[in-house]
């Protein structure tokens, strides 16, 4: 095996260890994001779809470890309804000899003025060479968002909590995560977030997040998480319902990662 597709078969078993997609606001926190409200909750935690007002539609790209075989190419779109809001979205990881693509249909609404829910049902489908053929599987996750008190939010959730089945050969199944977190605004301009998250397959992991208004429509964030160590940074600017993201992430073994998204809103 070449020195190039250790690599990459590294890159791809690490990265498929992580449940979901994240946006570049995400992301430059260190992915501390299962409390946080948004378009992009749509792959976090869709409780967090509920407080969005309006139309909003974005594009993700994410490249990690400089290696086209383990970017992520990510697009999603919400619509406010008097009901709840709905979502759809779509996430396309790897490459032609490997990739794991996910349609999701998510509705979120609000429980008075302090409880945000929201559920999604997703189609994952993984493309592999011929000899290990194609398969699909549906599956769902559920998440909760609280604000207990002014400034607080904590956020839950699961994704795929009934371990989804994927092959029958050794019972193959896709894997189960757990997420639990809270932030804390200390004012309008600084934010703080930290959670943990737990799979079937891998041990506790840690993240915390920072995130500071430095003028007008103009962030800067920072973030660190655990197993492997990963420290992150970034920023976003909004402009006139136009949000642009990118973050840059280290990895203690391979090369840094890096990440823009787009976001419109009407």
Sequence with gaps: MTKHRFIILAALLIVAASAGA???????????????????????NQAGLADLQRFAVGINYQNRFQLAETSTKS?????????????????????????????GLAYARTFGERVLAGL???????????AYGKNGVFLFEVGLIAKPITNLQ????????TKAKMAEYEDERVNTSF???????????????????????????YKAGLEYQIISNLYLRTGFRSKP??????????????????????????????????????
Aim: contains cysteine; aromatic residues 16%.
């Design 154 to 161: 904590i956020g839950a959730h699961i994704y795929n909590p």
């Design 229 to 266: 160590n990963e420290f992150c940074f970034g920023a976003g600017y909004t402009f006139k319902g136009l949000t642009f993201d990118f973050a840059f992430s280290t990895h203690q073994y391979l090369p840094m990662s890096t990440q823009v998204s787009l976001k419109y809103s009407l």
């Design 179 to 205: 997420r639990l977190g809270a932030s804390y605004f200390f004012s309008n301009i600084v934010q703080l977030a930290a959670e943990v998250e737990k799979t079937m397959q891998t041990d506790l992991r």
């Design 22 to 44: 994240q946006d570049g606001n995400f992301e430059a926190m260190a992915n501390a994001s299962v409390m946080q409200s948004g378009l992009w909750s749509v792959n976090n």
């Design 120 to 130: 999604q049902f997703d189609y994952l489908n993984i493309n592999q060479p011929s």
């Design 75 to 103: 697009v999603a779109a919400a619509i406010h309804t008097h009901t709840g809001n709905f979502a759809l979205s779509f996430n396309r990881f790897g490459y032609s000899q490997y990739s794991e693509n996910s349609f």
